[in-house]
């Protein structure tokens, strides 16, 4: 069984169902812990998750006056443990803060506050129910993430998400192409083609796990891991 290291947040039951369900054996992992290059070496596939702001002077921007957290050991040990995963081509998801996170690593940048910098943005911050559809995104063809949700899209391309965010990618980092965005052009996925399934999601799939409707998202990142080489 393949074997995914779930980084670390306030609120893990939903990723951990999530990934069981999709034929996966979760763990958590967070800093103090196994070093990256451990993780990276003993793990199937990883997995980031929801939380705060990632620190804005890692991308070398003076932070926003809504900018809150800095969780600095959190932020580096993510950082570091990515860097080795997409090295090494260890299949990876990024959910929420998770992609926000891989962009930064991988080199980019963010948008440090939605309803402040985004003239005519949608609501992105719809905290209840979290399962509740907040926005649609329109989802590039010929995506992996267009493969893995065929049988969910309308229309071949249009998907309808949760929101619980404030930020979002800005500058796409190098290698990696955007695959969905909300009608507001705000940018809800990506990926990094040609190599491992290396995913970033802007909502939070792991909310439906009752329901089911991202489960074949959860599905093919497992099915990567079960099949990664080493
Ligand atoms: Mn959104």
Known sequence: MALIAIAQNRRMSDYVESVRR????????????ELPEQIV???DGIM?????????????ETPHETFQSAETDRDAFEIALTRAAIAANVPFLAICRGMQLLNVAMGGTLIQDIPSQ??????????????HVAHEVWVSKDSRLST???EHMEDGETCHVNSRHHQSVAKVAPGFEVTATSP???????????????MGVQWHPENFWRTGEFRSLFEG??????????
């Not at 999709?22 to 812990?33: H, L, Y």
């Not at 985004?118 to 399962?131: F, I, K, N, T, Y």
């Open 118 to 131: 985004v003239p005519g943005a949608l609501d992105h911050s719809v905290l209840e129910p979290r399962a």
């Open 41 to 43: 070496a003993r793990f």
């Open 22 to 33: 999709a034929g996966g054996e979760p763990v958590e992992v967070a800093a103090g812990g």
């Open 184 to 198: 507001d052009g705000v940018i809800e996925a990506m990926e990094k083609p040609g190599g491992a399934f290396c």
């Open 221 to 230: 990142f497992v099915q990567a891991a079960s099949a990664r080489t080493r």
């Open 148 to 150: 893995l949700l065929a």
């Open 48 to 60: 980031l998750t929801g939380g705060g702001d990632v620190d804005p002077t890692l991308y070398g």
